[in-house]
């Protein structure tokens, strides 16, 4: 079965948090419905006409969802009307899914990526791309019973609701005032095709989005570029230039070590190379199974599987 699921999650909106990271910036946490991730963040910074950027929106798709970010807006004394500006780090759900309704209901502009076929294809063509996907999925070796899954646009679809493309284009040179100063777009493919990070160079801010994380998680939209991984890398090293004293990420604290996790995924993805071109396996299925620990949550073993074809075809490349 295709198309999207339904809304079957609620989330709690006492269990959002919000904190205060400087004076005109604030952390929105904000817990996602998920099994293998517990929560995501929004950020909310001043505007100099007195209302707010968001960076980030957490999920949709179902009530509980909008009313916890407009509670969680309340905890840093705003709302859902001081929105000014949008800013969609990449298209994934979790990071767009309130963008829609929140610029409906503000009419906020949304900065974005252009490059969110990623997503738009599962919405506007769910059959073609889990034709695609179910393809793929019988060529790398995939079990029967597993197809269904590594097919499956699920994911995609879960928590997204009326995504806007955007009004205006994230992409390098771009910048996007705020009242703690002007942020830097910097185009980080990799993680997702349509990923950005955000820097201010007088405060050495980052929004890191999901180009790093505590734990060494890659993720990938399978079928959107050549070399995902290759992508990724190159991003490592360009964020890896940039002078940060405080990196706010999507998921889990803001930091003062970005280094440490940007060599955290410099090791990451050379154990991982070096474990798929060293596994014997034929297709991406054996090979992620060969090569990767034994997956914690059922995703996870779908998302080992396109990332040793990413493996391959980086090692190939
Ligand atoms: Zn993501
Ligand atoms: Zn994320």
Request: proline content about 8%; some cysteine; overall charge negative.
């Amino acid at each position: 079965m295709v198309g999207p699921p339904p809304p079957t999650w609620a989330i709690d909106p006492a269990a959002a948090r919000a904190f205060e990271v400087l004076p005109g910036l604030w952390q929105l946490r904000l817990p996602t419905p998920w099994e293998h991730m517990s929560h995501v963040n929004a950020f909310a910074i001043d505007h100099d006409d007195g209302g707010i950027v968001l960076v980030d929106t957490g999920g949709a798709g179902h009530p509980s969802a909008w009313e916890t970010l407009e509670h969680v807006l309340g905890l840093a004394g705003r709302s859902v009307s001081d929105i000014r500006e949008i800013v969609v780090t990449h298209f994934h759900s979790d990071h767009v899914g309130l963008a829609g309704p929140l610029a409906a209901e503000s009419g906020a502009t949304v900065w974005a990526h252009p490059a969110r076929e990623h997503l738009f294809d599962a919405i506007e063509e769910p059959d073609a791309v889990y034709a695609r996907r179910l393809a793929f999925a019988r060529a790398e070796g995939v079990p029967e019973e597993w197809q269904d899954a590594v097919a499956s646009i699920a994911e995609e679809l879960d928590g997204v609701e009326a995504v806007p493309r955007g009004d205006r284009e994230l992409v390098d040179g771009v910048t996007v005032d705020t009242a703690l100063g002007a942020f830097e777009v910097i185009e980080t493919p990799g993680h997702a095709p349509s990923h950005v990070v955000l820097y201010q160079p007088e405060r050495r801010l980052l929004f890191s989005a999901d180009i790093v994380s505590p734990v060494f998680t890659t993720y990938g939209d399978w079928g959107y570029s050549e070399d995902p991984i290759g992508e990724y890398r190159t991003a490592l090293e360009r964020v890896a230039e940039l002078d940060v004293a405080l990196a706010l990420p999507g998921h889990g604290r803001p930091t003062e070590h970005l280094s440490d996790l940007l060599d955290l995924y410099r090791t990451g993805f050379e154990q991982r190379l070096a474990a798929v071109t060293s596994a014997r396996g034929d297709g991406a299925w054996a090979v992620s199974q060969e090569a990767f620990e034994p997956p914690a949550f059922r995703p996870v073993a779908v998302w080992n599987c396109y990332e040793a074809a990413g493996y391959l075809t980086h090692a190939a490349g």
